[in-house]
Every structure is written in C-alpha cells, then in structure tokens.
C-alpha cells in the first residue's frame, strides 16, 4: 500500500557478484541484505522510489553475475510498478534517463539526478579500468576502495562537486534537488530552496530522502545494521 504524498529516493546499491568485491553484501548474508533493503524502501509506504544511480557494478562485473548473486532484489525492481530508475556512473552503459523531474501538488519543482555529469573522466574508459582494476585487488584486500573513499580528503572534492552541480539546478529553476554519487547523506537549505543528496545503500547502511509532496518537507531517513 502506498502513500500518495511521499516520495521516497534512495541509491547507490552498487549491486555485484556476491564476492568480496561485493560492497552491497558488505560482509553479511546477501539475502539478508536484501530483505532489509527491500523492508527499508516499504517502511514508508511511498507513492514512488526513485533508484538515483549506480544501482548496479556494472564497471567490476557483468550484469548477468549481479542477478544470479542478488535475485530477490533484482527481482523487487523490475515487478514493483513504483519503481523508477536513475542512471548513475557505474550503470550509464544500460541507458535510461540521467535526470528525473516532477512538479510537488503546490507547484514546487523536483529534480532528482545522481550528480556525477560535471566528472567527465567518471564516464571514459581510463575512469572504467581503474574501477575495474581496484575490483581485482578487492578480491585481495576487501575493504580497499572504502578505505579510500572514506578518506576525508578525498571524498570531501566529490561532495563539494556534487553540491555544486545541484545547486547549479537550483539556480536554473527548481526548488529540490536530489543528487546522489557521494555516499554522503545531506540536506542544505539555501533560502528557500533545498539540495539534498540520498547517500548509500551499501556498506551497511540503508540511506534515503523523503519528500512530503503537499508540504514540501524533505526529510533524511536512514537505518545502520
């Protein structure tokens, strides 16, 4: 049962093998994970859910490993008609938009992307081989792509970056914006406005936006196992 004034964002599954370059699974049962994802999405009964990006690895493995390794899940997405899908950096190669946009019951715009567009190597072959490079030395040394995107200097650019390119949006016209990509949980107000960023669904964590569609209220909701 949905709940016709909320909507609910949430992204970066980063969905893989099931190995230990698997950063969803996350050193737990991935069935269980799964389930508890699934629980997440349905804890607020939303009108939609909207996956902003990277729901996939796509740049580590292929996609028929990710539905053999994680079928509840894949399964979930492709029959709940509540459904809808952001492309994201690491599963832009599957096409679908990069960019949705929706109007609240009083007239305020939405703008709900995953953010990554203003890093243009993200996107080229160079950025792919590295990613696929660090899945390899995963299976060695798990934790190592965390390690560093938990670098306070290093993930602080991304952010930085994102944010920027959200409230570029804002400064076009919308009222919300909802970006994704940094795996960091956020909201900003500037004025009247909002930028908001719907954090991660890996490693543990289950991260997402809520937006009240008569109030306007956007809400940060999240769950760590």
Partial sequence: MSNSDQ???VSDFHLADGSKLDDFSFKSNSLERENRLIAFMEKYSPQNIYINGDIYELWQVKMAEIINAHPTIIKFMDYDS???KICGNHDYTLGGAFKVSLTTNNGKKIC?????KNE???KNKIGRFFCWIIGKIELIFPNID???AHKYYLNKGTRQKVMDYGKNLLDKGYDIVVCAHSHYLTKEEFGSKIYA???TCQEGKL????IDL?????????ETE
Wanted: net charge neutral; proline share 0%; glycine share 10%.
């Fill in 120 to 122: 243009k190597h993200l």
């Fill in 197 to 199: 960023n719907s954090g």
């Fill in 112 to 116: 709900i992307t995953h953010g990554f």
């Fill in 214 to 222: 008569n109030s306007c209220e956007v809400s940060l909701v999240s």
């Fill in 7 to 9: 909507i609910l964002i």
């Fill in 82 to 84: 509540r459904i809808i």
């Fill in 207 to 210: 991260e997402g936006v809520l």
């Fill in 146 to 148: 965390n390690f560093f």
